[in-house]
């Protein structure tokens, strides 16, 4: 079974641009997460997706970040425009929500840094 | 929030050696999952462990809910070990997200 599928791995942008990042669940989950790593800290949660609905997106800065899940499956999450602070590890997770295990499965993560 | 503390922050082994990790929380969970992040920023599931305790090979792992604490053993330590190892949670009510602590970094030496 394929895992979490993310892309790119790694990113380099200049302050100011605009950049984006996909995620590709593990296939039957419906439930999905975008989650922020910075350097030396455990992940922290940006928004989650209940099939194609943002059912917590309370700590997504909307600024600058938006999120999209169209047809329920692959997600996009995009910063435009990117500051330095943004630099860090963008990770996307899955689960699939049900009555006995709502296990997360993580995929490796995009590095983006902002120059 | 829920808070997560995971003890010790840094751990420096022996290849061969035992350890024990620690992950306290603060609140009823119904969730509760041990990663390993390897060098290549790769978060691999350990065990999915809101309560009981299970095994797996040289790792097992205990989680006693009702006193809010986890815990990770590792027996016969190899440097393929190393990394940082986290604990995560979810709170039984409110939020349905995980709640990560600092994590604890493992550094198996040859």
């Known amino acids: 079974e394929a895992g979490v599928v993310q892309s790119p791995r790694y990113k380099i942008i200049e302050k100011k641009q605009p950049v984006a990042f996909w995620c590709n669940p593990i296939?039957?989950?419906?439930?999905l997460y975008w989650y922020l790593q910075n350097l030396g800290q455990g992940p922290e949660l940006l928004i989650r997706?209940?099939?194609?609905?943002?059912?917590?997106d309370s700590q997504l800065p909307k600024d600058r970040f938006s999120a999209e899940r169209l047809k329920g499956v692959d997600s996009t999450l995009k910063i435009q425009p990117a500051e330095l602070g943004d630099s860090a590890v963008y990770l996307c997770?899955?689960?699939?929500?049900?009555?006995?295990?709502?296990?997360?499965?993580f995929g490796p993560g995009t590095r983006l840094t902002v120059l | 929030g829920i808070q997560v503390e995971q003890s010790p922050p840094d751990l420096i082994l022996q290849e061969g050696a035992n350890s024990t990790l620690r992950c306290n929380f603060s609140?009823?969970?119904?969730?509760l999952q041990w990663f390993h992040q390897n060098p290549w920023g790769q978060l691999i599931n350990l065990f999915y462990i809101p309560s009981g305790t299970k095994q797996n090979g040289r790792l097992s792992a205990t989680t006693v809910a009702t006193e809010r604490y986890s815990l990770l053993y590792i027996s016969s330590s190899q440097t393929t070990d190393s990394g940082v190892y986290f604990c995560a949670v979810e709170r039984n009510q409110g939020a349905q997200k995980l709640v990560f602590g600092q994590g604890t970094r493992l550094t198996i030496n040859p």
């Open positions: 609140d009823s969970v119904n969730n």
């Open positions: 296939s039957g989950h419906n439930t």
């Open positions: 997770a899955s689960s699939l929500e049900g009555q006995w295990s709502d296990e997360q499965f």
């Open positions: 997706y209940e099939n194609e609905e943002a059912v917590d």
